[in-house]
Structures are given as C-alpha cells and as structure tokens.
C-alpha cells in the first residue's frame, strides 16, 4: 500500500476523515477522539494534510451569522478550498449544505463514497463524526463543492 502523501488528494482527504468516525460532537472544537463540530472536522483534516490551521478562526455561534444573512462559511470556503461544480462528485470534496431553503449555508461534511450509495463524513449534533448516507434529502441541501488543493 502506497504511502499516504503519495495518494491523490481525495483519498487523503477520505482516509483522514475517517479517522475522525466516532469523535463526539462539540461545538467549536476540533480534536480527534475529543470532539469536533462539522467545521472542526474540515479543520483537522486540514492539519493532518497541511500541517497547520487555514486561518485563525474566531469564536462562532450555533447560527452560523443566520440572523445577518451572512454566507461565512462560503467565504471561507473560497478562500482555501477549490469550487467545482456541483455535478462532478469526487471522493474527498467538501460539502456545503444549506439546511432551510431560506437560512445560510451552515452545515459541512466530506464526500466519502461516489456511485450507487453515496455517503458523506460530517460532525452532525447530537451524534458525532459519522459517515451517513448521502441520501436525496441531503443531496438536496448541497448548495456547493470544493476540492482541498493539493498544496495548502
């Protein structure tokens, strides 16, 4: 088996993500075995590929600035990640989700398995880090996909 920086940058991605199945959910925190919210969960594959924090990350609500109608996870996401668009799935892309038609895009999980099933890997409250499937109702809610680059 190849080594893990040899691999593609999904199947890092994926491979990280997965070792995170199981940590608690804890808002704002993102530590292995610990706890991690969805975006803590983004955070800590980062490190383990990059070796460090995207940005230094300021203390967040549960609301996601919901009330301003901000898109601050989008902005974000933009500012590291690579957009793609949303109908060339990969292993490995980070999702999106807009969880009411009219709120802000709040919600963030992986792209684990493409095809038949497909499943995501997110820090879902109330459950932890879990790999779900990606049924029609999430697919839904997918408002964008990006790609981590292969250099961060």
């Excluded at 890092?12 to 610990?34: E, M, N």
């Excluded at 690579?82 to 709120?103: C, H, Q, W, Y």
Aim: glycine residues 10%.
């Amino acid at each position: 088996m190849a080594d893990f920086h040899s691999k593609a940058i999904g199947e890092r991605v994926v491979l990280s993500a997965r070792k995170w199945i199981d940590t608690p959910y804890r808002h704002q925190a993102s530590t292995l075995g610990a706890g991690a919210d969805c975006l803590g969960l983004i955070r800590g594959v980062w490190r383990e590929i990059y070796g460090h924090e995207p940005e230094s990350i300021p203390n967040y609500s549960q609301d996601w600035s919901e009330p301003q109608g901000e898109e601050r996870l989008w902005r974000a996401a933009l500012r590291h990640l690579i957009a793609k668009p949303l109908n060339e799935a990969a292993s490995g892309d980070v999702l999106l989700f807009r969880m009411r038609e009219t709120g802000v895009a709040k919600h963030l999980g992986f792209s684990g398995k493409i095809g038949d099933s497909p499943t995501f890997i997110h820090a879902y409250s109330g459950h932890g880090v879990l790999e779900s499937p990606l049924s029609p109702p999430w697919q839904r809610r997918i408002v964008a996909r990006f790609s981590f680059p292969e250099e961060g």
